[in-house]
């Protein structure tokens, strides 16, 4: 990568990660493999219902598959590792190892910021434009925005990763946390990072508060829309439709600025590793398990993929 710091001392770190909890590597262990398999399962599931469904064949469930597929991905870049070091007393990573890890799971951790507010669009545009609708989200808007949703959230995933490798490690090499991650990795830093802290930070600002203000701005036309639908029944089924969304929106963003939105590494500690396992393990399992509970359409298809009789209204 461009920026890497060849005349670097440090050669490998030491993923720190649960150690503290020695007694409990095993439970870890079995609990991390349970959930990253249900994460798998669910996401793979989302995906299989939306391929062979032609109902959900519309563009709000061609961001969903996107979205699931990139999640399974991103816990990719981490839980099998922390599995293997649950179970082994070596818990190292090399220099090359931890910047490649840190890039794509930035990588996948900024596409999908940007899909969820793609999403908030295709809400929008669904409730306050109905009658536009196809014509507006066809499906060339629909990969467009995809595409741009991927493609800038892996360039800014370059930009980060080439900051923080350009920075001279030196001395100590215990990434106090289970996967590399921007803060723990810049803490290690031998020389001054302030500036790189400044525009990383500035990144995090255009990754987590310019896709959260676009979705609140689009809600704030949605909801004055439904409050002009005359039934009370009609009101419910346009909120309804909102609602997986939403929960979906305010856990991963407000995990998200929680460790992000902050300007100095000092800020890194142990508490972050709790926070960390909700936004790399719990989001990823909380998005097929939102959409498929609390969307009847995913439901109804679902059973149809099953053989299970559908009851008819």
């Known amino acids: 990568m461009q920026g890497f710091n060849r005349t670097a001392v440090v050669t490998q770190f030491i993923l720190v990660g649960f150690s503290n909890l020695e007694e409990l590597q095993v439970l870890l262990f079995v609990t991390f493999l349970l959930l990253y398999l249900t994460i798998l399962m669910a996401n793979a599931t989302i995906m299989t219902v939306i391929c062979f469904s032609r109902t959900l064949h519309t563009p709000m469930y061609g961001f969903l598959f996107i979205l699931s597929f990139s999640e399974s991905c991103y816990t990719f870049v981490i839980i099998p590792q922390l599995l293997v070091h649950l179970l082994s007393t070596i818990k190292t990573i090399s220099f090359i190892a931890c910047a490649t890890q840190l890039f794509f799971f930035l990588g996948f951790a900024c596409t999908n910021c940007f899909l969820i507010a793609v999403m908030g669009y295709d809400r929008y545009v669904a409730i306050c434009h109905p009658l536009r609708y196809t014509l507006i989200m066809n499906k060339r808007l629909g990969l467009g925005l995809v595409s741009l949703s991927t493609v800038t959230g892996f360039f800014i995933a370059l930009v980060a990763t080439n900051l923080i490798c350009g920075m001279h490690f030196c001395g100590p090499n215990r990434v106090n946390h289970y996967f590399c991650d921007m803060a723990p990795v810049i803490k290690l830093a031998c020389t001054d990072t302030h500036v790189k802290e400044l525009a990383l930070f500035s990144l995090s600002i255009l990754v987590i508060m310019v896709p959260f203000l676009l979705i609140l701005i689009?809600?704030?036309?949605?909801?004055?829309?439904?409050?002009?639908?005359?039934?009370?029944?009609?009101?419910?089924?346009?909120?309804?439709?909102?609602?997986?969304?939403?929960?979906?929106?305010?856990?991963?963003?407000?995990?998200?600025?929680?460790?992000?939105?902050?300007?100095?590494?000092?800020?890194?500690s142990d508490k972050d590793q709790l926070v960390a396992v909700t936004y790399t393990v719990v989001t990823p399992l909380l998005n097929p398990l939102v959409y498929s509970l609390r969307n009847k359409e995913v439901k109804t298809a679902l059973k149809r993929v099953l053989g299970i009789p559908v009851a008819t209204t």
């Open 218 to 268: 689009s809600y704030d036309f949605i909801v004055n829309t439904i409050l002009k639908i005359p039934s009370a029944e009609g009101k419910r089924k346009a909120f309804a439709t909102c609602a997986s969304h939403l929960t979906v929106v305010f856990v991963h963003y407000g995990c998200a600025s929680i460790i992000y939105l902050r300007p100095k590494s000092k800020s890194a």
